[in-house]
C-alpha cells in the first residue's frame, strides 16, 4: 500500500485528487492539507510521518508554499517521493524545485490512471513527468521563446546575448536518432514505449538515454526534458 499525502489550497482540488485516486486497492491518501504548514503538521503526527511516501504538493499556498514545504520534507526524510501539482510551472520553479530533488511534476488536469502511474513510478524512484505536465512546460517554454507571451514576475526573459548562445554545449552534437529519441522523451514516453515506436531494444533505447542526459550536461531525465524545451531542441 502507498499512503500518500495531498497539499493544495483549492478544496476542490483536494477532494477531487482524493477521490480519483480512492478508486485503486494500493494507494490511500492518508491526508489532505491546504497549505504547507498544515501538511508538515500532518506529515509530523506520529500516526503518518512514519508511513506517508509521497506527497502532491501545489506550489502556491499560504503560509508555507509548495516549494518551501518540499525542502522541509526532503531534509528530514530524503527518500520521501514529492511530486509538484502544475497548472503553470516557470522556469525558475522547475529548476528550484528540480535542485531540492522532487521526483517529478504531474499536472492537476491529468486522469487518474496517470496520476496513479506517476505515484507508482516515483516512490519506486524514478522520475516522472506526467504528459499532461510535459505539455504545459513545453507550451508555456515555446509561447515564450516565440515572443508570443509574457512571463510571470518569477521569470527573467533570456538577453540577446542568452538567446545567441547555441542551446547545445560547445563541441556537442545529438544524432538524428538521439532527436528521435529526446522527441519521445519530451513526450513523456517511457523506455519500452520508445523502443516500440522506433522498433530498437529497450537496452539500445536506455543508452540513447544516458548518452543524450550526458551530452546536455543534466543529471537525468527530467533535466533533459526541460533543457530541451528551454532551448527549443524539439
Known sequence: ??????????????????????K?????VSWIAKDGQEALDLFHSSEVESTVQAVLVDVQMPKMDGLALAKALLEEHPDIAILILTTFTADSIVDDAMALGVRGFVAKEDGASSLAGAIRQAVA?????????SAIISDQARLWANGSAQPSESISKPTQAQQSISPLPHGITLSEREREVLTLVVDA?????????LRLSEATIKTHVSAIIAKLGVQDRVGAVVYALRHNLV
Open 1 to 22: 500500500m502507498i499512503n500518500i499525502g495531498i497539499a493544495d489550497d483549492d478544496a476542490l482540488v483536494r477532494q477531487t485528487l482524493r477521490e480519483l485516486l480512492s
Open 189 to 197: 514516453k517511457t523506455n519500452k514505449q520508445i523502443a516500440t515506436r
Open 125 to 133: 524512484g524514478n522520475l516522472v513527468l506526467s504528459p499532461t505536465s
Open 24 to 28: 485503486y486497492d494500493d494507494i490511500a
